[in-house]
């Protein structure tokens, strides 16, 4: 299952390099992970990895890698719970974020891709999902973005449900190629 | 740069009016407090009287629940906060078994189990003279059954009987029970 699992991600991230256009950019980001309408967890944290690359015209892909925690859930009187653990590998397609260039550079995005999260008391489950936000980069140098981003995950469920939260991240991507 | 402009101003809008759309489901944590009972009395159960033991679970007295009945997609877990005492010289194993009628009583715990009734919280180990607590979290490892229970929970009333092991020879004192229910709903 891990192997499959790593030549999966693996991937993710080679597939969209063959057909990229120009400079790759590789990614590392943090922030927090804030849970929406789920009052069994609470604030916690995400990193990431991403790569960004010119797909065409003014879109960019975004193959990423993130692992998030959730912090605990804590009611009064019965004691707090575990927040669960996400890992989530996904491509993005972005628009507005043209790579490797200076100056202010708003975007939005949309992407698809697995989730899997784990908490104990819970199964662990692979379910697919999507996200979207916006976000914006500075270009201080043709090989150096700094990236700000929001992301809006919807992670598929049991029961025909989904569970959301928002991801806000901070990062900066270095650009190698021409 | 004025279209990609106006193409960022639109797909934001489009976001916002997916982000509105996507709220209408959420995850509750409904909370049932069910000892100590109305007097502020701990539940005693014994395998020489097991009168008291049927512990009448409500879940539509919690006005979210009520709220959220008609909606519920999916019962996610249940967890317990309990304090229980063992007041014999000999440990015990604590279950508790979850019975959706409410309608039957059971003169003896070994009555209940012929009953083909089905634990909801097991494996607890009790020692001898003494008061164990469990919280939410820690609760969880002693909770089996889930699926089979997911739509008795769904309905909100049941019952609860506390037993244990040896059925011939235990005591439980329960000071607090707390029955934790998170659940799914949306439209």
């Known amino acids: 299952m891990k192997r499959s699992l790593s030549w999966m991600v ?3 991230f080679l597939v969209p390099l ?3 256009a120009g400079p790759v950019g590789f990614g590392i980001s943090g922030g927090v992970l804030v849970p929406i309408a789920q009052e069994d967890q609470a604030a916690g944290s995400v990193f990431g990895v991403k ?3 010119k797909l065409f015209g003014p879109l960019t892909m975004e193959p990423n890698l993130h ?3 959730f912090g605990n859930a804590e009611i009064t009187g019965v004691g707090s719970r575990d927040g669960s653990s996400i890992k989530h590998y996904g491509i993005d397609i972005l628009l507005g974020a043209p790579v490797s260039k200076i ?8 992407g698809g891709g697995v989730y899997n999260t784990k908490r104990d008391g819970d199964e662990t489950t692979n379910r697919s999902g999507w996200s979207f936000g916006p976000g914006f980069s500075l270009g201080v140098r043709p090989e150096i973005d700094i990236d700000l981003k929001g992301r809006f995950n919807i992670a598929g469920s049991d029961g025909s449900t989904s569970k959301k939260s928002v991801g806000i991240t901070a990062g ?3 650009y190698v190629g021409r | 740069m004025k279209r990609i402009r106006t193409i960022y101003w639109m797909s934001l809008a489009a976001v916002m009016v997916m982000l509105a759309g996507c709220l209408i489901t959420g995850t509750v944590v409904i909370t049932a407090t069910v000892a100590p009972d109305d007097n502020g009395e701990s539940i005693i159960v014994s395998n020489l009287d097991f009168s008291n033991a049927e512990l009448e679970v409500n879940l539509t007295d919690d006005p979210t629940f009520a709220e959220h009945r008609d909606k519920i997609k999916n019962i996610d877990n249940i967890g317990f906060y309990l304090s229980a005492e063992n007041p014999l010289t000999s440990s015990a194993t604590f279950q508790l078994f979850l019975v959706p009628d409410t309608s ?3 003169d003896s715990a070994q009555l209940l189990v012929d009953s083909l009734a089905q634990p909801i919280l097991t494996g607890l180990t009790i020692p001898a003279q003494t008061t164990v607590t469990i919280e939410w979290n820690e609760s969880m490892q002693y909770v089996t059954n889930l699926a089979e229970f997911k739509d008795v929970l769904q309905k909100g009333v049941f019952s609860l009987y506390p037993a244990a092991i040896p059925r011939d020879n235990f005591r439980i004192v329960i000071d607090s029970l707390v029955v934790i229910v998170t659940l799914t709903t949306g439209d």
Do not use: Q
Not at chain 1, 103 to 110: A, D, N, R, T
């Open chain 1, 172 to 174: 900066v991507i270095y």
């Open chain 2, 104 to 106: 039957l009583n059971f």
């Open chain 1, 10 to 12: 693996l991937l993710v």
């Open chain 1, 18 to 20: 063959s057909v990229a």
């Open chain 1, 51 to 53: 790569i960004r690359a």
């Open chain 1, 103 to 110: 100056g202010i550079k708003p975007y939005v995005f949309i």
């Open chain 1, 67 to 69: 692992f998030g925690s």
